[in-house]
């Protein structure tokens, strides 16, 4: 048998190997795909080093509004009132009455919502009606402001125990740095409500339906704490690539200290930096005082490892997280409260380890991890310090500066430390009780955030 004979080619394919053109042609296709195959193989392995390096990113959002966490806080178990913590009507809830809330958002939009949450509710929660409208200042909401709020389209809601709602957006045009008010109107009794123990602001309660009143006559209780709202939201910005910071931690980052009304905690200036900058990036506080990142209890939340997810990677938009936590896991076992729950002495290794599941949690949702080394203990007018605990703080700080885990470092220790002893705060940049941080003191550890690790 012969060969079967090749079908002839057009001599002027430049693909015909019977021709010097076809040859050619073949030889520089050839040629080309070898090259394609190592720059291919070049740019495949320099992305698997860079992945190794870095966060993975997010998948790119479907269309529509895109957006932001402008407000925000974790939530708590409902708790009664303390002497050091103030009253709150967290346990006995609200019945026929209404509840006007203060918050200061860190960025603005043409559109809002908020975000309602019953985390620890045990029953189902009925919202009546909701409001939301520009603070004038106290329990006064600036007149022809106030907008009325929907779900789904219905005035009110009920949300399910364990669970959150966002309400439909609302056509208010908002400003960065201004307070707006959030008026909730509860008709029948709800029970104990989930809320936010400790805040800088004040919270308004009125009997019966006031959700439109832009005087403040008629609420006549306040409180330092907010029931139920966890988020405020906007979208309709200008920058496509805006995005959210959330700062989690413990009472550093909720801001104890601070001046009540003075928005002056580390946040409230971390913002302030943020929009003077013109950065397309909005502050969230989910700070818990007293919270621990190895164990939880009653009062001051759940720990860390176990909220993350709820007050961090579940909001809109987050791009990065400050973490700062360990004080009171190595603190406890000094305190005297029967509130701290379960106090075991730590190993630096365990708070390590923790802190380690957290940029792992962070990460795998494409989001930065900024790690804040400890604040300085000693010289707390109540029992916090030992020696013991100052080589886990020193050990923890060290791991956070040096270990390459977090993708980048805030250095609260050296922000606060006094020259003469590092484990004293510097004179100056304490709070009255001798371990939190004051306005100067905030100011220096907003000052210390390099924002393009943001």
């Given at each position: 048998?012969?060969?079967?004979?090749?079908?002839?080619?057009?001599?002027?394919?430049?693909?015909?190997?019977?021709?010097?053109?076809?040859?050619?042609?073949?030889?520089?296709?050839?040629?080309?795909?070898?090259?394609?195959?190592?720059?291919?193989?070049?740019?495949?392995?320099?992305?698997?080093?860079?992945?190794?390096?870095?966060?993975?990113?997010?998948?790119?959002?479907?269309?529509?509004?895109?957006?932001?966490?402008?407000?925000?806080?974790?939530?708590?178990?409902?708790?009664?009132?303390?002497?050091?913590?103030?009253?709150?009507?967290?346990?006995?809830?609200?019945?026929?009455?209404?509840?006007?809330?203060?918050?200061?958002?860190?960025?603005?939009?043409?559109?809002?919502?908020?975000?309602?949450?019953?985390?620890?509710?045990?029953?189902?929660?009925?919202?009546?009606?909701?409001?939301?409208?520009?603070?004038?200042?106290?329990?006064?909401?600036?007149?022809?402001?106030?907008?009325?709020?929907?779900?789904?389209?219905?005035?009110?809601?009920?949300?399910?125990?364990?669970?959150?709602?966002?309400?439909?957006?609302?056509?208010?045009?908002?400003?960065?740095?201004?307070?707006?008010?959030?008026?909730?109107?509860?008709?029948?009794?709800?029970?104990?409500?989930?809320?936010?123990?400790?805040?800088?602001?004040?919270?308004?309660?009125?009997?019966?339906?006031?959700?439109?009143?832009?005087?403040?006559?008629?609420?006549?209780?306040?409180?330092?704490?907010?029931?139920?709202?966890?988020?405020?939201?906007?979208?309709?910005?200008?920058?496509?690539?805006?995005?959210?910071?959330?700062?989690?931690?413990?009472?550093?980052?909720?801001?104890?200290?601070?001046?009540?009304?003075?928005?002056?905690?580390?946040?409230?200036?971390?913002?302030?930096?943020?929009?003077?900058?013109?950065?397309?990036?909005?502050?969230?506080?989910?700070?818990?005082?007293?919270?621990?990142?190895?164990?939880?209890?009653?009062?001051?939340?759940?720990?860390?490892?176990?909220?993350?997810?709820?007050?961090?990677?579940?909001?809109?938009?987050?791009?990065?997280?400050?973490?700062?936590?360990?004080?009171?896991?190595?603190?406890?076992p000094e305190m005297d409260d029967p509130c701290m729950g379960a106090a075991p002495h730590v190993t630096a290794r365990r708070i390590i380890d923790a802190h380690k599941e957290l940029i792992r949690a962070a990460h795998a949702r494409g989001v930065r991890a900024v790690g804040a080394t400890i604040l300085p203990m000693k010289g707390a007018l109540f029992p916090v310090y030992s020696e013991q605990g100052e080589k886990v703080r020193t050990a923890v700080n060290r791991w956070i500066r040096t270990s390459g885990a977090y993708?980048?470092?805030?250095?609260?220790?050296?922000?606060?430390?006094?020259?003469?002893?590092?484990?004293?705060?510097?004179?100056?940049?304490?709070?009255?009780?001798?371990?939190?941080?004051?306005?100067?003191?905030?100011?220096?550890?907003?000052?210390?955030?390099?924002?393009?690790?943001?």
């Amino acid at each position: 048998m012969h060969p079967a004979t090749p079908r002839p080619w057009n001599p002027w394919n430049p693909w015909n190997p019977w021709t010097k053109t076809g040859r050619r042609g073949m030889l520089a296709a050839m040629t080309a795909v070898l090259t394609a195959l190592v720059v291919s193989a070049t740019a495949v392995a320099h992305e698997a080093h860079e992945d190794a390096r870095q966060p993975r990113q997010q998948p790119r959002a479907a269309k529509g509004p895109v957006w932001t966490g402008a407000w925000g806080t974790a939530m708590q178990r409902p708790v009664e009132g303390s002497e050091d913590w103030g009253p709150n009507w967290s346990r006995q809830g609200f019945a026929d009455q209404s509840v006007r809330q203060v918050v200061r958002v860190a960025t603005g939009g043409s559109r809002l919502r908020i975000r309602l949450s019953h985390s620890y509710g045990t029953t189902p929660l009925r919202i009546t009606a909701a409001t939301v409208g520009r603070s004038a200042g106290d329990a006064q909401v600036w007149p022809g402001t106030a907008r009325r709020l929907t779900f789904g389209d219905r005035q009110g809601t009920t949300i399910a125990p364990g669970r959150d709602v966002v309400s439909d957006a609302a056509a208010l045009s908002t400003s960065p740095l201004e307070k707006l008010t959030v008026t909730l109107y509860f008709a029948d009794r709800t029970g104990p409500a989930t809320f936010h123990r400790f805040t800088t602001a004040t919270s308004y309660r009125a009997s019966g339906r006031h959700l439109a009143d832009s005087g403040g006559g008629a609420f006549k209780e306040s409180t330092n704490a907010w029931y139920l709202l966890s988020g405020v939201e906007v979208s309709g910005a200008a920058s496509p690539r805006r995005g959210t910071v959330v700062a989690f931690g413990d009472s550093l980052i909720d801001g104890t200290g601070a001046t009540p009304g003075a928005d002056d905690r580390f946040t409230d200036k971390l913002a302030e930096r943020l929009v003077a900058a013109r950065r397309p990036l909005s502050v969230v506080n989910a700070g818990i005082g007293g919270n621990r990142i190895l164990n939880g209890s009653s009062c001051y939340g759940d720990k860390a490892t176990d909220r993350f997810r709820r007050d961090v990677l579940d909001r809109p938009g987050v791009r990065s997280v400050i973490i700062h936590l360990g004080a009171n896991d190595i603190g406890a076992p000094e305190m005297d409260d029967p509130c701290m729950g379960a106090a075991p002495h730590v190993t630096a290794r365990r708070i390590i380890d923790a802190h380690k599941e957290l940029i792992r949690a962070a990460h795998a949702r494409g989001v930065r991890a900024v790690g804040a080394t400890i604040l300085p203990m000693k010289g707390a007018l109540f029992p916090v310090y030992s020696e013991q605990g100052e080589k886990v703080r020193t050990a923890v700080n060290r791991w956070i500066r040096t270990s390459g885990a977090y993708d980048a470092v805030l250095d609260v220790d050296r922000a606060l430390a006094n020259p003469a002893d590092a484990a004293l705060p510097r004179p100056g940049y304490v709070f009255r009780d001798g371990l939190h941080p004051n306005e100067a003191a905030f100011h220096a550890i907003a000052s210390a955030v390099d924002l393009g690790v943001l």
